[in-house]
């Protein structure tokens, strides 16, 4: 790419700088489009309340963005930095840390795999053409097998949703624990409380 090269050619001479880069469009950049978001997601609040039905993120997002953007990030990160001071102290460190680094990086994956959904059912059924084609009637046996195989994965795919929740749980209560520790190292150390905290950590650990 002619826009890729020449920035290639630069970092490999020496290290980047923000003024290498190319600036980003004014229609682009992230608090343009987060306010954006952020107006449209409090007309979906405001309709949900008057048609009495849950609101749902996914249309204040293809409202303003259609199919090109997902900013979920950036939405995340406006409205923690906007929280008020009586919903920080409902909300523990732990949480919002583990919210800003492992909630984010599973809507990245969730945009991978979303095309999945419409184009399994073409695949498979192209699939099963080719193998009636080259095999006949025998082929259907494999393809009950498949169809077999889709509730139990939906069973497993609950299992691992309910388990993945009480390991985020945990995490969020592991982290809120260390941060606090870090805060007052100081005094943890001046009454040697090293151990006690030490098997505490360990005891978070160990679930």
């Keep these: 790419s002619k826009f890729i090269t020449p920035l290639l050619r630069l970092g490999f001479k020496k290290s980047l700088e923000p003024p290498d880069f190319y600036k980003v469009l004014a229609q682009d950049e992230s608090r343009t489009l987060c306010y954006a978001l952020e107006e449209s997601w409090e007309n979906e609040v405001n309709e949900s309340k008057v048609k009495n039905r849950p609101a749902k993120l996914h249309n204040a997002i293809y409202f303003v963005f259609g199919r090109k953007y997902i900013l979920l990030g950036s939405i995340l990160v406006f409205e923690i930095l906007t929280v008020s001071t009586s919903g920080l102290r409902e909300m523990e460190a732990g949480k919002i840390m583990n919210l800003l680094s492992n909630d984010v990086a599973r809507f990245d994956q969730t945009v991978i795999f979303l095309h999945y959904f419409w184009a399994a059912p073409l ?45 985020a749980t945990l995490s969020d209560k592991r982290i809120g624990i260390m ?29």
């Design 123 to 167: 695949s498979l059924i192209g699939f099963v053409a080719l193998l009636w084609y080259e095999m006949g009637p025998s082929c259907l046996a494999g393809f009950l097998g498949l169809i077999i195989l889709v509730p139990i994965q939906a069973f497993m795919g609950r299992k691992m949703g309910y388990y993945r929740r009480q390991v």
């Design 179 to 207: 941060n606090e520790l870090l805060n007052g190292i100081r005094v943890i150390k001046m009454y040697a409380w090293e151990i006690p905290f030490s098997q505490l950590v360990d005891a978070i650990r160990i679930k």
